[in-house]
């Protein structure tokens, strides 16, 4: 299976307290922090990457049409938008995605094409609208594995698709 991490970004801001021994006044900010406030900006690429992983599909569609990413870009996880939205197991963003013009069969880092990703991470509703559009089920990944090669035992919906293990 692959698997992404989803960066985590949390602001903290200290305000300090004046209490006294005994006292038993509830805690109330005195006076804000001496620090500045800062701002932090992400490229879009970064932005973006960040909506299709939650499925923000109004915003992915802003994104797109406003030109502020292109859909080919291998980001530095290794993947393109629509390899992490097939991740995300959201079906309706995939379909966004290649809407805009998003490419069935790019391929990531290690040759995976999104059939594989779908097929590796259980994900048969993706691969059938993957294979509904001319998604090749013979397509094979830098360690010469097939989407078929990659799909769970346990995952009888796939293995039907792909005529696995039928009697």
Not at 45 to 55: L, P
Not at 82 to 106: F, P, T
Not at 110 to 126: E, Q, R, V, Y
Request: aromatic share 8%; net charge negative.
């Amino acid at each position: 299976m692959k698997y992404y991490r989803c960066p985590v970004t949390q602001s903290l801001t200290y305000e300090g307290c004046n209490i006294k021994p005994g006292n038993l006044v509830p805690c109330l900010p005195t006076r804000k922090s001496d620090k500045p406030v800062r701002n932090v900006h992400f490229p879009n690429d970064v932005v973006f990457q960040d909506y299709v992983r939650h499925g923000e599909l109004e915003r992915i569609g802003r994104f797109i049409r406003t030109g502020r990413v292109t859909l080919d870009t291998i980001y530095p996880s290794g993947m393109a938008a629509i390899h992490e939205a097939v991740l995300s197991g959201n079906l309706e963003c995939v379909k966004l995605l290649v809407k805009y013009g998003a490419d069935i069969m790019q391929r990531d880092e290690d040759g995976w094409t999104p059939l594989h990703m779908a097929c590796s991470d259980g994900f048969p509703h993706i691969a059938k609208f993957l294979l509904s559009l001319g998604a090749d089920p013979d397509a094979q990944n830098d360690c010469e594995e097939k989407p078929a090669d990659l799909i769970d035992p346990d995952c009888k919906e796939l293995l039907e698709m792909f005529h696995i293990g039928g009697e």
